[in-house]
């Protein structure tokens, strides 16, 4: 059956970095566009990046400019989130997602399958 998982979250200081993993089974995460998105705990899921299938066309919201990249390795069915300069303001479950479309969006209804989400905190 067609899932995706994340991992690579976890508990970090103001100013360190996690790489998070987005890795998709039962089918090829190549042919599909990729978001990342976060819901804070009482705030609505933000779309935070996307990634084209493979000619490296990359979408970021404002706030993670400069700080966070976004990439993929089809060959692996995994795409990346590097989020460096981390902020508490970064605090959040973390999800990534498959585009219905082959366009980047940031919008979650632009989204078909989606992970369980991993846990990102940003404290000191």
């Known amino acids: 059956q067609a899932r995706l998982e994340e991992s690579g979250g976890g508990l970090v200081q103001p100013g360190g970095s996690l790489r998070l993993s987005c890795v998709a089974s039962?089918?090829?995460?190549?042919?599909?566009?990729i978001g990342w998105f976060r819901q804070a705990p009482g705030k609505e899921r933000e779309g935070v990046s996307s990634?084209?299938?493979?000619?490296?066309?990359?979408l970021y919201t404002d706030s993670v400019k400069g700080r966070f990249t976004i990439s993929r390795v089809n060959a692996k069915n995994t795409v990346y989130l590097q989020m460096d300069s981390l902020k508490p303001e970064d605090t959040g479950v973390y999800y990534c997602?498959?585009?219905?479309?082959?366009?980047?969006?940031?919008?979650?209804?632009?989204?078909?399958?989606w992970g369980q989400g991993t846990q990102v905190t940003v404290s000191s």
């Open positions: 997602a498959t585009a219905r479309v082959f366009r980047l969006s940031l919008a979650s209804d632009e989204y078909t399958i």
């Open positions: 990634i084209a299938t493979s000619d490296g066309r990359t």
């Open positions: 039962g089918f090829s995460l190549g042919y599909f566009v």
